[in-house]
């Protein structure tokens, strides 16, 4: 029988966001005190502690929103804003008793595994050295604000910013203000300073798709029946998931449905944007889902306004107090916000991960990220993945997807300790097939038919999306199949460490 040390493994999860939460209560949840939580912030929340822009909300309904083992059935509006988020995971970090496991500012400088020990040895950026049998990455993909550089952008003498770095102390009334980016971060917080600017100035690449958000605050006895009847607010959650999975075949160029979202989208354009110049700069040329598709119920009103206007020329570049476009255009500009997303392929860079034989994981993925499900990547045992490469979704909420990921995990540490083993490493085999299927799979979805979005490298290869349905991920990672990994003998006081190959 395995020791009572050898079933508690010590395990260290990087990040506090969603999917090192749900790591750390499922840890709690199965009698597992030994983990660690390293988080370089002085505040758990990830992305939700990072972008605290004015108007940040989620992109998925509330109720979907949260871990389904810990339902909200208060939320104030059907699409929850950042600090109610923000608050539901410093809830469930004190339900749980997550807090004195977080190790806040300690930010992950490499990790390496020592294979004769079969521990992962992490080092901090301060330069101490952690110890722990399994190493789990909750960084996800959306931690690491991308900015254009552009020429003169240091002789502007006016203030700049990214996004996901609002700077809360600059008033922007009365201000010119100019946003490069147009995407998701940029619909929410345009129509919330756009009043209060002297103008804005909206730089757009290329359009986006967008339709309605029809966001609406729950009411008081919505809120009584959902606390009151458990039941009602499960059936409310899974109808909710129902509904957005009936989008996903829109992803994989089902026709009708894509030519009815179009329809959908470019009737809400029409509605809300009466000037037929503005409607032709706002029209994607691109199918529908081909880049992230956006919700709004005032993006497209702001626009309408007379202090703003959208800029479709590509930026030449930035002078002492404002832009210059390509075809001759001068934008005046106080203050520059940076609305332009996330080094979302480079994954856990700048950390370095090193596993067997030396093997160091920036340079395996040097052709792009991939790994088994998502979750585990062949030469680096004990190591694993939330929120990792092509498990992003367009269609529904991420948390289900943290939620089977989780559960694949713990499902490995039970067979750990089930078998006294010292690790396990997918085969690469294993690893290789499933990427070419799913590459395979991706290159016939409508996320290959554009050249640039953030679900895909420069070179073309979609990185961050799942290639099917929740369903169909859920079917996968319900349980771990251990024949589909390299299994390590744990070393006894006698012998040499023996691995084995199941």
């Given at each position: 029988?395995?020791?009572?040390e ?33 988080e ?23 109720f ?6 810990e ?12 600090p109610e ?22 930010e992950?400088?490499?990790?390496r ?5 079969g521990?992962w ?13 399994v ?26 910013f ?8 600059v ?6 203000v ?12 345009v ?13 757009q ?19 009584r029946?959902?606390?009151?009847f ?8 899974w ?5 957005y ?13 894509s ?33 992230r598709?956006?919700i709004?119920?005032?993006?497209y ?6 202090n ?15 832009i ?18 996330f ?12 596993g ?6 920036e ?16 030469g ?25 990921q ?10 750990l ?11 690469g085999?294993?690893?290789r ?7 395979a799979?991706?290159a016939?979805?409508?996320w ?7 679900y ?17 991920y ?8 251990l024949?589909?990994?390299r ?7 006698s ?6 190959v199941?």
């Amino acid at each position: 029988m395995p020791s009572r040390e050898h079933s508690r493994p010590r395990v260290a999860i990087v990040g506090s966001g969603f999917g090192g939460l749900c790591m750390a209560i499922q840890l709690k949840r199965a009698g597992i005190d030994s983990f660690t939580i390293l988080e370089k912030a002085d505040r758990l929340g990830g992305t939700w502690r990072d972008n605290s822009y004015p108007g940040a909300a989620c992109d998925s309904p509330a109720f979907a929103y949260c871990f389904s083992f810990e339902q909200k059935t208060d939320w104030s509006r059907k699409w929850s804003p950042q600090p109610e988020i923000l608050g539901y995971m410093e809830h469930c970090a004190r339900k749980y008793d997550l807090l004195p496991h977080i190790r806040f500012g300690t930010e992950v400088a490499d990790a390496r595994f020592d294979a004769d020990a079969g521990v992962w040895r992490v080092r901090t950026a301060a330069g101490e050295t952690i110890e722990a049998e399994v190493l789990v990455s909750g960084v996800g993909q959306l931690n690491r604000p991308s900015a254009p550089d552009l020429p003169g952008l240091a002789r502007f003498r006016g203030v700049s910013f990214h996004s996901a770095r609002w700077r809360h102390d600059v008033d922007l009334a009365g201000k010119n203000v100019a946003v490069i980016g147009n995407a998701a971060s940029a619909i929410q917080f345009v129509p919330q300073i756009a009043p209060a600017v002297k103008r804005l100035s909206v730089f757009q690449r290329s359009a986006n798709w967008m339709i309605a958000r029809n966001d609406r605050a729950y009411s008081e006895r919505e809120k009584r029946l959902f606390a009151r009847f458990p039941l009602l607010a499960r059936l409310h959650r899974w109808w909710l998931w129902f509904t957005y999975e009936q989008r996903f075949p829109v992803f994989r160029q089902n026709r009708p449905m894509s030519w009815l979202i179009t329809r959908v989208a470019e009737r809400n354009m029409r509605e809300c944007v009466p000037d037929a110049a503005l409607q032709r700069a706002l029209r994607p040329d691109y199918p529908i889902g081909a880049k992230r598709i956006l919700i709004s119920d005032d993006y497209y009103q702001a626009l309408g306004r007379k202090n703003v206007e959208v800029v479709t020329g590509a930026i030449e570049r930035v002078t002492e107090d404002g832009i210059v476009t390509r075809d001759g255009g001068s934008v005046p500009a106080d203050v520059i916000i940076f609305a332009t997303g996330f080094e979302s392929t480079a994954f856990l860079v700048p950390m370095r991960i090193e596993g067997l034989e030396g093997r160091v994981l920036e340079e395996v993925w040097k052709d792009g990220a991939e790994a088994y499900l998502g979750i585990s990547v062949a030469g680096f045992p004990n190591f694993f993945m939330l929120y990792g490469p092509n498990t992003n979704l367009g269609h529904n909420s991420i948390i289900f997807m943290i939620e089977c990921q989780v559960r694949y995990i713990m499902d490995c540490l039970r067979a750990l300790a089930e078998r006294d083993l010292a690790w396990l490493d997918v085969r690469g085999d294993v690893m290789r097939r499933y990427n070419e299927r799913l590459q395979a799979i991706l290159a016939r979805s409508v996320w290959a038919k554009v050249g640039k979005s953030w679900y895909k490298r420069a070179d073309g290869r979609i990185t961050n999306n799942w290639s099917g349905s929740t369903v169909a991920y859920w079917w996968r990672t319900r349980r771990a199949d251990l024949g589909l990994y390299r299994l390590g003998a744990r070393a006894r006081e006698s012998d040499a460490v023996v691995a084995k190959v199941a």
